[in-house]
């Protein structure tokens, strides 16, 4: 059975055009109806941050030195799993997270639909292939012991059909990490409940899927994986618990971020990274984060 459910959002003008739609296998929601391959082609290759978020480029690349050292994370619970360095990041953006582990000794690979993206990456010495993992095979590219996915998957008609691909890209043995935003978790369902708020996270026609800490191991179990590690990134809504309503406010929001990551680098800089990994693996533990990052591991 589909389960449908009523989308509520004012700050989306064309909500009313879609609905969700859960998926009774494993869960995740996803919109109704789809948007097409050409749309969202034609949206990720030339429009995506021109015309919807002109300054996210800047921004990231403002931030770059925050990124390189949360990568660092990401790359240190890698390298507790797994000897073999061959990885692929697929929508590898600015190619930010392919720049740490090329530091780190890894053979890496990028594939990102963004032109203006891509040529940054380029320019800073990532090999950045331009189109979707879509538009390439096992004889174009390669096998690889990892393959990564960064915000995403939320943007992909079928998910299960591309972890299906990726399985088939991996090396024996080989991981899948994938990182998603963390929506419908508890903390977005107590700032409804306590707070009013409508449900903010859904961004139609960009992010199609909408996955947790439950359906997302589900999805990929059915895919031929084994969930082996969980992940969270700083749970945003508590500053909306805390009464710092930045829904709709990009001046709070922007506030709100930057605390975030002076939280995260004060960390660091106290020699306290390990402390942060064990608090942000606690909040994976109870379903919280804003982001949400799962390791699998190739079942053959």
């Not at 000897?83 to 053979?107: A, T, Y």
């Not at 009013?196 to 439950?214: C, M, S, T």
């Not at 990929?220 to 809504?237: D, Q, R, S, V, W």
Request: net charge negative; aromatic share 12%.
């Amino acid at each position: 059975m589909i389960k449908l459910m009523t989308m509520k959002n004012p700050h989306h003008r064309d909500l009313e055009d879609y609905k969700i739609v859960e998926d009774s296998n494993c869960g995740f929601r996803q919109l109704s109806p789809i948007p097409s391959e050409e749309e969202l082609k034609e949206l990720y290759t030339e429009d995506y941050y021109q015309d919807h978020y002109p300054e996210w480029i800047e921004k990231s690349l403002k931030e770059k030195d925050y990124w390189l050292m949360m990568y660092e994370d990401r790359f240190d619970a890698l390298e507790k799993r797994t000897e073999k360095r061959r990885i692929l990041d697929i929508g590898s953006f600015l190619g930010f997270f392919l720049e740490v582990g090329q530091k780190r000794g890894w053979d890496c690979l990028g594939i990102e639909p963004s032109t203006p993206a891509r040529e940054i990456a380029i320019k800073a010495g990532i090999d950045t292939k331009s189109g979707l993992f879509e538009d390439y095979t096992v004889d174009d590219i390669g096998t690889f012991d990892v393959i990564n996915l960064a915000l995403t998957l939320e943007h992909i008609r079928d998910p299960k059909l591309t972890i299906e691909r990726i399985y088939q890209f991996l090396n024996p043995g080989g991981l899948i990490v994938i990182e998603v935003p963390n929506d419908f978790n508890p903390l977005q369902e107590a700032a409804q409940k306590v707070l009013g708020v409508h449900q903010y996270w859904l961004a139609p026609p960009h992010h199609i899927n909408y996955f947790n800490f439950d359906n997302l191991p589900k999805l990929l179990k059915n895919c031929g994986f084994e969930t082996i590690h969980k992940m969270a990134t700083f749970p945003m809504e508590l500053f909306l618990m805390m009464g710092e309503n930045y829904i709709g406010n990009n001046e709070v929001g922007s506030s709100c971020h930057s605390r975030r990551m002076t939280f995260e680098k004060n960390m660091n800089k106290a020699g306290l990274n390990n402390m942060r990994a064990k608090l942000y693996d606690f909040f994976a533990s109870e379903g919280i984060g804003r982001e949400m990052i799962v390791f699998g591991e190739k079942i053959d």
